[in-house]
Structure formats: C-alpha cells, structure tokens
C-alpha cells in the first residue's frame, strides 16, 4: 500500500526510544485499538511486527529509525519516517512518548505528507560517512590540543612558532620550556599519534574518492578536495533526487529561516538543517575562495559583491552565500557530467 492510497486498515506510530519504544495503533475509522510498548532491539521489533499482515508503520527520524526501518520493509509492512523538528509545533505543550507514538499514528493515517517523510540513506553510504566523521573528530582533538600547548608555554615566555597541524608534534619538543616537558610531552605524544591515525583515514579516503568517479570530478572548482568532493557525494547519493540543483542549498541548511506573515519578512538566520559535516566543508570551501589565495572566478566576484555591501558580518553573510552556490554547482556538474568553467557567467554578461 502507497501511502498516496485510502486511509489504511492499520496505522502504527512507533515512537523510538534508547531502550523501550512506544506503540499507538489506530485502525481506519481513527479508533486507538492498542497501545503497547516495545524493546528497541531487532529481535523485539521482528517479533511484535512479523507475521501480521502488512499495514503502515510511522516513525520518527533518530539513532535506531534506520535499522527499524529496514526491518519493516523486510516483514512487507510500509513504512514513513517523519521529521520531528518540522512536525510537533511550538504550541504542542503536553507530550510524552504514548503520546508521541499516538500523534504518529493519527498523522500518518491522514496524509504522511504532514509528516515531512524524509529517506534513509543506504548502509554502504552511513558506513563511508561514519568514517568521515570519525576523521573529523580525530581532527578537531587534534586542533584542541595543540591549541591548549600553544597557550599553556605563552605566561611562561615561550612561543611554538608556526607550522602545519602535520608537524606540529615535531617542532613543539624543542621549543617547550623546561618547566612544562614533563607535563605537556604526553600531550604531544597523544598529537603524534592522532595524526598518525589521520594520515591513515586520509588515505580510507583516497580508496573511498577512486570508488566514486564523480567525486573526482567535483573537484574542479577551487577550494573543493576530495574531502568536500566524497562528502557531498556520500551524503547525497542519488543526484537525481534533486530536480533542480537549488534545491541542494536548502538540504544542507544554506538558505534563510522563512517566517512571512502579511507584509512582515524579517531577514532571519540560515536553517542549518542537513548534514553539519558537509555544511561546514562547503562554507570552508567558499572562504578559500573568497580568501587570499582564491583565483578570479564567478563564484568569487559574487561573493565580493556581497562583502562590500558591508554591515554587521558581511563576510560572514558572503561567504554562507558562496557556499550555497558552491553546492548547486557541484550538484549540476555531478548531473550534467559538464566540464567547470570558472567565469561562464562573465562571458555570458559579455556576449
């Protein structure tokens, strides 16, 4: 049954929890016939769902969706995944997990579409970006680290002078006052060997790129590696999800909060919804671009325009917007197969 048919016999809202999920069934007329409760195990989903003819099945996004999820459509049950942060309103003041399961149940059996349903991502592309967040987080303890170094030799007079993150375990020995040796060379023993397991995941990530051509070629504009490159494409991956490429700025969270009403359109912040991960890779990428060493390009201009406009964070607003550019042109070279010509739309102004 598509959830585009009449009202369905059943309707079950399943709402997830770590340890013990919430169960609200509502037969075709809108009546509650079961309320129940079940682990959030495999073998306990399996069993309170199989053998029981096919029916819908609402439950929200989170940590175990995916999973339950595949185990439905295993036992042929259909299934809506609804995202929460679109569906309870700001209004909802009394809730709990029955509740919640009983809400599920009653908009799923409606229209799923008041439901935001959203799709999961394949296991093969949760395992490839899993690696690449568990490379991010390696990184970001490294930065805290050196960065706590860095600070703690400065009331002592000493000073690390500048070099690459890479190196930094390196140069940092022969620079260290004598008084902090013994309680910062730990630390530097923990930086040796984070980056030795980065250097390792870097090159999880070289394999990862050579098994998806079209992250190869999403390098092509400046300030994309292979990085920003298979993180877009994993976290996509299927482009033709997407029927215009605008759409692409808005799944990463890079378009402005919406909130008209009459003749009020307050300028608002961006949604930030998506993944934060490849967000960030992109926003990094367009102040390359924007940044000293950024070559002339149409993405560049554009994003200088919005810089001189000047005012409270302009820079920030520009590099944001750069961004936002940035992955609807990486989604139409992905579609279009089509070589990068950084400055199409200046020959386009002067022809």
Request: glycine share 8%; charged share 30%.
């Amino acid at each position: 049954m598509s959830s585009q048919e009449m009202i369905p016999n059943l309707t079950i809202g399943l709402d997830l929890g770590d340890k013990v999920s919430r169960v609200c069934e509502i037969d075709g007329a809108g009546k509650v016939v079961r309320r129940g409760s079940v682990a959030t195990t495999p073998g306990a989903i399996e069993r309170h769902f199989g053998g029981r003819p096919p029916c819908r099945v609402v439950l929200e996004v989170g940590t175990h969706s995916q999973w339950v999820e595949r185990l439905l459509k295993e036992q042929k049950h259909e299934t809506v995944v609804s995202q929460s942060s679109k569906v309870y309103g700001r209004e909802r003041r009394r809730r709990n997990d029955s509740m919640d399961a009983e809400f599920l149940a009653r908009q799923g059996r409606a229209d799923p579409e008041l439901l935001h349903p959203m799709k999961h991502r394949s296991v093969e592309a949760q395992e490839d970006l899993a690696l690449l967040r568990a490379r991010d987080q390696l990184v970001q303890a490294r930065t805290k680290l050196i960065n706590h170094v860095r600070g703690a030799v400065k009331p002592l007079g000493g000073r690390i002078g500048k070099c690459a993150a890479e190196g930094f375990h390196k140069r940092a020995p022969g620079e260290l006052p004598e008084a902090l040796r013994p309680v910062l060379a730990p630390l530097l023993e923990v930086i040796a060997d984070l980056t030795k397991r980065i250097r390792a995941m870097d090159k999880d990530v070289e394999r990862m790129v050579e098994a998806h051509p079209e992250a190869v070629r999403l390098q092509q504009p400046s300030g994309v590696g292979p990085l920003t490159a298979i993180a877009f494409v994993r976290s996509i991956e299927d482009a033709s999800r997407f029927k215009h490429s605008r759409e692409v700025g808005a799944y990463f969270g890079l378009v402005p909060k919406l909130d008209e009403s009459s003749k009020s359109s307050p300028q608002l912040r961006i949604t930030k919804a998506g993944d934060p991960l490849v967000r960030r890779y992109l926003v990094g990428g367009a102040r390359y671009i924007l940044g000293p060493f950024g070559p002339e390009c149409d993405l560049r201009r554009y994003g200088q325009a919005i810089a001189t406009r000047g005012g409270k964070n302009a820079k920030k607003r520009a590099a944001v917007a750069v961004a936002r550019k940035l992955a609807v042109l990486l989604h139409r070279l992905w579609v279009s197969d089509a070589e990068y010509d950084p400055n199409w739309s200046q020959r386009q102004r002067a022809a």
